[in-house]
């Protein structure tokens, strides 16, 4: 990831033509970085000001784009630094130049995730309102779009917060009774300790409960397609999912990521294509391979399509879960997979014919329900990671009010107590280890 002390700039649209296309700036050098780009009338572009709204023209080096740009001033910012937003034409290469002159002068391209990083290290979100951004950019419908933005609006951490302060005081008060006999003033009892710690037991519960309701997670599962070009990808992906992928004799036709539900029958799908696996020769292939690749990170299942007429196919990845024998009806098509299969389950299709989708969709279903279910793996693995950290501190706070009615003594409670405050911890991003904050952001798009 880029140093804290820099300033970084990234797209922060998706890709593809559209009527405008947004360049993000964060860090210390974002005013200066402006007004080396921007030629504008008055009102002339001030870093002093908290908010600014700026129409100009982007001096992107080669020409000049008509832009607006929004400006915010840390602290108040999504980053907690200086951001700018520079809203151009949303042509792609007028995007790319634009972010090319800002790498040129200085600034630094964003990893994914990485201006939502910024805003959790600096306090502005908590872990668990960030996740809920990352929900919200991956919501497949309104009732997920609802869930994440509950968790984006501090649903989650309202809920918590007056808690944790509890279970602090009340750590506290333990840790200061140790010092101090029954009779003196200094010794809190422990049925008032008993009070405080069913009190926020209570309020522990309503967020579970709160959680619980929030949170069913009703997204689709990614499958993802993935193989060398022309193996049969976007012909498999046209027809399951009844969409119209340009498909060609040509390699590297796919270039964009490409997304459809796919009915498996008891169940369905987010059935995902994108660029076969290549060395890219351009930076245009290059960025779609990159999405690509998150996008099989990201996964519940990868499918990889091997052509049964190619004669040397790709060594299969490991984080492959089936392979698909795909043209089967090709003349010159081998009967089955050779040793490239491993162990792998696999199936024979043909996408012209429709000779074995039925069989392909009953066995994804499967792989699927043996333990991923067909819910959306992201909004279930959230959920799953909300409920353990507050079940965790219901456990642990369990445990000290137990200590406390059996007269234990205090610092048995107070360890308790800290075991409680430590799921509350995790749930925020208090205490949680830097390699699962990068597995977080990492599943961001660049630029968010």
């Not at 419908?141 to 808690?163: K, S």
């Not at 003349?331 to 792998?344: K, N, Q, S, W, Y």
């Not at 107590?417 to 925020?428: K, N, Q, T, V, Y």
């Amino acid at each position: 990831m880029v140093g804290q002390g820099s300033t970084i700039a990234a797209i922060a649209t998706p890709p593809g033509p559209a009527r405008r296309g947004i360049v993000r700036l964060s860090g210390a050098r974002t005013g200066e970085l402006v007004r080396a780009v921007l030629c504008a009338e008055a009102p002339a572009f001030e870093t002093t000001r908290a908010r600014a709204c700026v129409v100009g023209e982007f001096d992107d080096g080669v020409g000049r784009q008509p832009v607006r740009v929004l400006w915010q001033r840390g602290p108040r910012s999504y980053t907690r630094e200086d951001v700018a937003e520079f809203h151009l034409p949303g042509a792609e290469p007028l995007l790319a130049r634009a972010l090319a002159r800002l790498l040129e002068l200085g600034a630094g391209p964003a990893r994914p995730g990485e201006f939502t990083r910024r805003a959790f290290e600096h306090g502005r979100l908590d872990l668990s309102q960030a996740e809920g951004v990352l929900a919200l950019i991956e919501s497949g419908g309104e009732a997920e779009r609802r869930a994440a933005a509950q968790l984006v609006e501090g649903g989650l951490e309202r809920r918590t917060r007056a808690m944790r302060q509890s279970l602090l005081e009340l750590s506290a008060l333990c840790e200061a009774s140790l010092d101090f006999d029954e009779s003196d003033t200094g010794h809190v009892p422990p049925a008032e300790l008993h009070l405080l710690g069913t009190a926020a037991r209570s309020a522990l519960e309503e967020a579970l409960a709160w959680e619980e309701a929030r949170a069913a997670p009703t997204g689709l599962a990614r499958v993802v397609l993935a193989g060398a070009p022309n193996a049969g990808k976007s012909s498999l992906w046209n027809r399951l999912t009844g969409g119209e992928a340009l498909v060609s004799a040509r390699a590297g036709t796919t270039r964009d990521r490409l997304e459809a539900a796919w009915d498996l029958g008891p169940a369905a799908c987010l059935l995902v294509d994108g660029p076969g696996e290549a060395v890219p020769t351009s930076e245009v292939e290059a960025a779609a391979h990159g999405r690509h690749a998150r996008a099989r990170e990201q996964a519940d299942l990868v499918l990889w399509v091997v052509d049964s007429s190619a004669p040397a196919p790709l060594a299969v990845p490991e984080e492959a879960s089936l392979l698909v024998w795909s043209q089967s009806d090709r003349p010159g098509a081998r009967p089955r997979p050779g040793p490239e299969a491993r162990t792998l389950p696999w199936r024979a299709v043909s996408a012209r014919t429709g000779a074995g989708l039925a069989e392909l969709a009953a066995a994804v279903a499967e792989l699927l329900t043996g333990g991923r279910g067909p819910e959306g793996g992201l909004a279930r693995a959230l959920h799953a990671r909300h409920r353990a950290a507050l079940r965790a501190a219901a456990a642990g706070l369990d445990e000290a009010l137990a200590w406390l009615a059996g007269g234990a003594a205090l610092d048995l409670v107070a360890e308790a107590l800290r075991s409680a405050l430590a799921g509350l911890d995790e749930l925020a991003g208090r205490s949680t280890a830097e390699d699962v904050l990068d597995l977080v952001f990492a599943r961001f798009c660049i630029g968010k």
